[in-house]
Structure formats: structure tokens, C-alpha cells
């Protein structure tokens, strides 16, 4: 049988087969094993944690006292880091408490907690899971320039509370605002089809939720001039919201949120505390000691990525 001219010999048809898999594959491709715990990552559980810091030691009355009325003054302070992205401030809060019997009482409370977002340059994935449209190559490396930014949490709330025992339990609910201010970083794309690309990655963004809670709450006394006052609270910020975010670069700017983008819904996940404050009896002020222990442990569990979360709290009850 004879040959065709135009057939190709083995080593001849290797040489193009492998010709055509270069010319059909990019030069440069999106980053095939992105860590999950890329910058937005981060930076969600870092203000979900101010969330967290708040309801560990809510300004709620203790318990229907001989007076009629309870104020109370909550001061405290929260330094959270995220890698290389961190949150830290004052936490401020006011409440009263009323009693309509000896074992009764309704409680109103306000808060406002302010804390700056800082941190430094670093070099991470670059995941805006926040809109499908971005005309980048997409997931790459990026270098970050230093995070800025401001995080407000503030918020009313209202409760009833009744005594059994030694025992106080408060129901009630709280509506929240969660506001990130011009958290914005610089980006660089370090690989892929866009490496040298550079813009703005921003989340500033505000989120609001209706959150019932419950607490229980008891007090024993520590001779005659202390007490420790052991509680645990459940709070469930309803509803849970998208991670919003808008990203820009060289003629183009998108935002959106995880919701819309379909992946899914991420912030405002409920919280399960403990505190234990240590108490004066005399002046009626206590150091919220458990709660400071019990945070840092919480929150790097449930918030994977934050390597501190402190918090302490002072809080001041009169006529308890």
C-alpha cells in the first residue's frame, strides 16, 4: 500500500501535538490552589469579632434591686489581629434597668463601640468572591499596601429580666449596625494574565440586624467585700447579610456582595458567650475578667484567621 505524501511521521506529529496544547493554554493563568484564608477572608472575621467583643458584656441591669432604677456604664477596650490585618479601640456602653416587682424588671441599653482597622503591607491571595464580573484574572496573588479604615458598631436594646433563686435570666432583642469606613487597601496582581495590574480593594459597607438574646446570669459572693457573677449568653443577629466590597482598576470599578454574587451569606454569625465579672461590692464597679479569657479562645476558634482577640470590659451598676 502506498503512502500519502501528507502523512506526518510519530516524532513529527508529537512536535504539533504539543504545539497546539501551548497555542490552546495561556501563557498565564488564574491561581490554580488559592488559600482559602485570602485578604477578604480576613477581613470579614475581623469585624465579626467586634460583633462578638460587644455582646460579651452587654450594658444590661444585673437584676431587680432595692430601688427602683439601675443605671449602669460599660468601658472597655478590643485589639483583634488577622494576620496582618488588625482592629482595635474603645467599646462604650449605657443602659438602666427598672423594677416592677422584687423579682422583675424591664432594661433598656445603648451602645457605641469605635475602634480604628490598620495593619501592614502583605502579600496574599486576591478572592472577591463579592461579584462574578470582574474583568480580572482571577484568583492570583496580590500585593496589599496596609489596610486603613474605621469599624463602628453601635446599637439599642431592651430586655426582661426575673429572678429565681440565685439565678437571673433577661429575653430581649437588640438592633445592631455594623459599619466599616473607607476600609480600603491597595493591590498589585503579582501573577496570572494581569500580573502588574494595580487598584483598590474596598469594604466599606454597613450591615443591620434585629438580634433576640437570652442571658443567665447568678452572683457569689467572695467574702464580704467581693462577688463573682458568672453568665452566659446566646445572641443570633438575624438577618445574616453578604460580605459587600467593591473592587477598581485601570477602567473599571465593580461592587456587590457574597449574596448576590451567589456565595452565599457570611456576616453576622450568632454568638454563644461567657463572662465572669469580678465584682466590689461597695462601689458597685466590676472587671468583666471572664469574658477576657473567654474571647480569645471563641473567637480564634469560630473565626478562623485571628490570631489575638482581647477585650476587657469595666462595667459600673449602682443601687444593685
Same mark, same amino acid.
Given at each position: 500500500?502506498?503512502?500519502?505524501?501528507?502523512?506526518l511521521?510519530?516524532?513529527?506529529?508529537?512536535?504539533?501535538g504539543?504545539?497546539?496544547?501551548?497555542?490552546?493554554?495561556?501563557l498565564?493563568?488564574?491561581?490554580?490552589?488559592?488559600?482559602?484564608?485570602?485578604?477578604?477572608?480576613?477581613?470579614?472575621? &475581623?469585624?465579626e469579632?467586634?460583633?462578638? %467583643?460587644?455582646?460579651?458584656? *452587654? @450594658?444590661?441591669? =444585673? #437584676?431587680?434591686?432595692?430601688? $427602683?432604677?439601675?443605671?449602669?456604664?460599660?468601658?472597655?477596650?478590643?485589639?483583634?489581629?488577622?494576620?496582618?490585618?488588625?482592629?482595635?479601640?474603645?467599646?462604650?456602653?449605657?443602659?438602666?434597668?427598672?423594677r416592677?416587682?422584687?423579682?422583675?424588671s424591664?432594661?433598656?441599653?445603648?451602645?457605641?463601640?469605635?475602634?480604628?482597622?490598620?495593619?501592614?503591607?502583605?502579600?496574599?491571595? &486576591?478572592i472577591?468572591?463579592?461579584?462574578? %464580573?470582574?474583568?480580572?484574572? *482571577? @484568583?492570583?496573588? =496580590? #500585593?496589599?499596601g496596609?489596610? $486603613?479604615?474605621?469599624?463602628?458598631h453601635?446599637?439599642?436594646?431592651a430586655?426582661?429580666?426575673?429572678?429565681?433563686?440565685a439565678?437571673t435570666?433577661?429575653?430581649g432583642?437588640?438592633?445592631s449596625?455594623?459599619e466599616?469606613?473607607d476600609?480600603?487597601?491597595?493591590y498589585?496582581l503579582?501573577?496570572?494574565?494581569?500580573?502588574?495590574?494595580?487598584?483598590?480593594?474596598?469594604?466599606?459597607?454597613?450591615?443591620?440586624f434585629?438580634?433576640?438574646?437570652?442571658?443567665?446570669?447568678?452572683s457569689?459572693?467572695?467574702?464580704?467585700?467581693?462577688?463573682l457573677?458568672?453568665?452566659v449568653?446566646?445572641v443570633?443577629?438575624?438577618?445574616r447579610?453578604?460580605?459587600?466590597?467593591?473592587?477598581s482598576?485601570?477602567?473599571?470599578?465593580?461592587?456587590?456582595?457574597t449574596?448576590?454574587?451567589?456565595?452565599?451569606?457570611?456576616?453576622?454569625?450568632?454568638?454563644?458567650?461567657?463572662?465572669?465579672?469580678?465584682?466590689?461590692?461597695?462601689?458597685?464597679?466590676?472587671?468583666?475578667?471572664?469574658?477576657?479569657?473567654?474571647?480569645?479562645?471563641y473567637?480564634?476558634?469560630?473565626?478562623?484567621?485571628?490570631?489575638?482577640?482581647?477585650?476587657l470590659?469595666?462595667?459600673?451598676?449602682?443601687?444593685?
Open positions: 500500500m502506498r503512502s500519502c505524501p501528507l502523512a511521521s510519530p516524532r513529527l506529529r508529537l512536535a504539533v504539543l504545539g497546539l496544547l501551548l497555542v490552546s493554554r495561556p498565564a493563568a488564574a491561581l490554580p490552589n488559592a488559600d482559602e484564608k485570602d485578604f477578604d477572608f480576613l477581613a470579614e472575621h &475581623l469585624l469579632s467586634l460583633m462578638d %467583643d460587644r455582646f460579651a458584656a *452587654l @450594658p444590661l441591669a =444585673a #437584676a431587680p434591686g432595692e430601688g $427602683r432604677w439601675q443605671p449602669v456604664v460599660t468601658l472597655g477596650y478590643a485589639s483583634t489581629r488577622a494576620d496582618y490585618q488588625e482592629l482595635s479601640g474603645p467599646l462604650f456602653g449605657v443602659g438602666a434597668g427598672y416592677l416587682s422584687p423579682n422583675r424591664l432594661a433598656a441599653f445603648g451602645f457605641f463601640d469605635q475602634l480604628d482597622i490598620g495593619g501592614k503591607a502583605a502579600v496574599d491571595d &486576591l472577591p468572591l463579592f461579584a462574578n %464580573d470582574i474583568p480580572l484574572d *482571577l @484568583p492570583e496573588n =496580590a #500585593a496589599f496596609p489596610p $486603613r479604615g474605621e469599624a463602628r453601635l446599637g439599642l436594646g430586655a426582661f429580666t426575673w429572678r429565681r433563686g439565678s435570666w433577661s429575653v432583642a437588640i438592633w449596625q455594623l466599616a469606613r476600609f480600603t487597601a491597595s498589585r503579582l501573577g496570572g494574565a494581569d500580573a502588574g495590574v494595580s487598584g483598590v480593594l474596598d469594604h466599606s459597607a454597613s450591615y443591620s434585629l438580634s433576640p438574646f437570652a442571658r443567665w446570669r447568678t457569689v459572693p467572695l467574702g464580704s467585700r467581693f462577688a457573677a458568672p453568665q449568653v446566646v443570633v443577629p438575624l438577618p447579610r453578604g460580605f459587600a466590597g467593591r473592587i482598576g485601570p477602567g473599571f470599578a465593580v461592587a456587590g456582595d449574596s448576590g454574587a451567589g456565595h452565599g451569606v457570611h456576616v453576622g454569625d450568632s454568638y454563644v458567650g461567657f463572662g465572669c465579672e469580678v465584682e466590689h461590692l461597695a462601689s458597685h464597679l466590676s472587671l468583666e475578667l471572664g469574658a477576657g479569657l473567654y474571647q480569645p479562645l473567637e480564634r476558634l469560630v473565626h478562623a484567621g485571628l490570631e489575638r482577640a482581647w477585650v470590659h469595666l462595667v459600673w451598676r449602682g443601687g444593685s
